[in-house]
Each structure stands twice: as C-alpha cells, then as structure tokens.
C-alpha cells in the first residue's frame, strides 16, 4: 500500500533521472571527462542513452525490422531489446507467411515477434497487407470475384489476430511504379481489382481493426518525384473523400545510386499538410563511417522537423542480417558494434552514449 503523499516530491515520472550514485559518480569525473572532451555528463538532466530512450523524449518510437528466427541469437535479442520500442516483423506478416494456402492461416513466427514485443512494452508496425511480392501464386490464379473476397479476407483475418497490438499497418505496400509515369503498378490487385483496390483495402482495414493506423507505404517516393506526386494524389483523394488513411509510409532505403533526397524533409512535410502521419518505416543507408553517418543523421533530423513524423524504423537490426549485408547499411555492425551512424541517430534525437570510467582511462571515446 502507497501512504498518502505528504512531501511536494513530484511524480517518479518527473523527476530527473539521475541516482544519487550516478549523480556523485558524475561530479566526481566531471574534471576527468571534460579534460577527455567529454561533455556528456554535464547537463543537469542526464541526456538519454539508447535510442527508443532518445525517440521517446522526442514523442517518437525508434524500431528495427526484426526476424523471428534470430531472436534466439543473444546479442541480437539483447541489442534489440536495449536500444529499439519498436518492431516491424521483416517477413513474418507478409502473404506468403501468414496464408500460403487459402484459407489456412499460420501466425507461429508472427506470434513470437509480437509476444517479444508486447512483454518489453515495445511498439509493434504490421507490415504489410497487400503486396505483389511474397505473395503466393494461388493468388494470382483467383478470377476477380474470388480475388476480391480473398484480399478482404486476408486483411481481415491478420488484422483481427493482432487487433490491439499493432499501432500502424501497411495495408498496401509498393501500388506504384518507379518511373515517371506515376501509373499503378501492375499487380494481381491492379489488374483485376482496377485503381479501387486501394480504397477497398483501407476501408477493409479500417472495420477489421478501427483503433490501428492504416497506412500506405513505398520506396522511391522519399523526395519529391512523379512517384511520390502519384502517391500523394492518392492521399489527398482519400482525405477529400473519406477514405481512411492515416499514414504513409517512406521506406529510405538508400545507397550511392538512390542517395537521401536534398528534399526529403519538403515531402515529409507536404504529405503531413494533407492530414497523414509520416513513418520511415524501412530505413537504411549503404555505407560507412562518416559518411553514412551524416546521411542518417540528416534522416533523423528530417523526421524531427516535421511535427507529424511519429517514428522511424530502420531495417534491421545488425549488418549481418541485413537485406543488403554487402551494404553495410545499419547501425550496428555484425558483431553488435555501434558504428558512427549510430552515434550520429543518436546525438540527432538529442541523446548521447554512456562513456564510462574505464573507457576514459582506456582512452576509449565511446562505448
Ligand atoms: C525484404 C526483406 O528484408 C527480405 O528478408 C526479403 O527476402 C524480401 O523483402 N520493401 C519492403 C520490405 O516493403 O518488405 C522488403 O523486405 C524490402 C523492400
């Protein structure tokens, strides 16, 4: 039983963070750090060390596409669980895992990846509904009645399995074509469906699970372009008319030959006018050092500068099981390393690394 209150001590969730320990600890090196050029420990609240902690100051969640399959893998796990609050299952939610047969639905490796989450208290983003990849053929085989009932009985059924946990679903992924035509994509959906498919997706979606956000998501459209004008027709035709949408989706998948747009923040900014959230929903950038460094940062700081930019979620977890391994396009290396694009995220959300006492005296900069 809690006594009542007799002291003005504010709530635990106002007061600073600092133990006395940490904070006696930290006077006590202060001349030590900063003679190390260390500033870290000098403010008077003690600035967040992982990045969920980092997002979470800035009202924003900060997750990593995640495969059940490594979560066995304890570095992987623990890295994961310290530094992200949020999850995307990287392939577990797709078609061709939770319905390969129609009708007979399997959520096992799904399952895992949301109980992982749910019992960390992390986020969890559905990802992804309708797709023309990882899509069994059996779909593609339908005629158009049965097509129909088919994509709105998947939605349908995913949907209501992790009704009130996922925050946002990608109820389609990937409608457009590269290019500059800004046409759909040819797609079972597309072909059969005709351009309704979208909007009978959202509004499927949205009676399977009312409280979950529905979301748009692709890649390529992360600056402004023919791809991204289409998309955001789209929107702005949903929102004049209706049609649930509550976000969209920008993968910023980057390297050499697809480099961060100078206008990245614009377009975030101008798909939040319309009355959308934005989510970077599939982050990462080839590359290394410095380099790599300051295109995530400026990544990070985009999101931050646009007000309805609620997370970010990078592609992974570890360069090593990343899509794009050869890339080296994450954070952490293959063996769990911060690399400086992660001090670079993180010093953009306003966080910075623990040093500690031996890493000064081993002349170790960071951890
Ligand atoms: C990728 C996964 O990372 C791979 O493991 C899989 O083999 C193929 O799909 N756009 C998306 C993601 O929306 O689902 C894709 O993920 C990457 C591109």
């Not at 600073?16 to 090196?29: F, Q, V, Y």
């Not at 949408?245 to 101008?270: E, K």
């Not at 940062?297 to 999101?303: E, P």
């Amino acid at each position: 039983m809690m006594a009542t209150p007799t002291s003005i001590e504010p709530p635990p969730e106002r007061r600073p963070r600092r133990s006395r320990t940490r904070t006696a600890l930290a006077l006590g090196m202060a001349g030590l750090l900063a003679s190390a050029g260390v500033t870290a420990l000098t403010g008077t609240a003690e600035a967040a060390s992982t990045l969920g902690a980092a997002a979470a100051e800035k009202g924003r969640y900060f997750g990593a596409a995640v495969a059940a399959n490594h979560l066995g893998e304890a570095p992987y796990a623990s890295t994961l669980n310290t530094e992200f609050n949020s999850v995307t299952p990287e392939n577990e939610m797709k078609w061709d895992a939770t319905e390969r047969t129609r009708g007979s639905f399997t959520f096992g490796s799904a399952d895992q990846i949301v109980n992982h989450a749910q019992s960390r208290g992390m986020k969890v983003r559905g990802h992804t509904l309708v797709w023309h990849s990882q899509l069994p053929s059996w779909v593609a085989g339908l005629g158009t009645a049965d097509l129909r009932s088919a994509m709105n009985n998947h939605i349908t059924q995913v949907m209501q399995r992790y009704k009130g946990k996922i925050h946002s679903w990608d109820v389609v992924n990937e409608a457009f074509q590269d290019g500059n035509s800004g046409a759909r994509r040819s797609s079972p959906f597309q072909d059969k469906l005709g351009n309704g498919f979208i909007e009978e997706a959202f509004r499927t979606a949205r009676a399977a699970d009312p409280a979950a956000k529905l979301c748009y998501n692709d890649y390529n459209t992360d600056g402004v372009n023919a791809k991204s004008n289409a998309v955001y027709n789209l929107v702005r035709d949903f929102k004049s008319r209706g049609v649930p949408i509550d976000c969209v989706g920008f993968q910023s998948h980057f390297n050499s030959a697809s480099p961060v747009p100078s206008d990245y923040q614009a377009n975030l900014q101008r798909f939040a006018a319309l009355g959308v959230d934005v989510q970077i929903t599939e982050l990462d950038i080839e590359g290394s050092g410095t380099a790599q460094a300051n295109n995530y940062g400026n990544v990070v700081r985009a999101c931050l500068a646009v007000s309805r930019c609620t997370g970010i979620t990078v592609w992974g977890v570890t360069d090593k099981y990343s899509w794009r391994a050869s890339g080296t396009p994450l954070l952490f290396d293959g063996n769990y390393a911060k690399k400086p694009a992660y001090g670079a995220v993180l010093s953009a959300l306003g966080g910075s690394q623990r040093r500690l006492y031996g890493d000064v005296q081993q002349g170790r900069g960071v951890e």
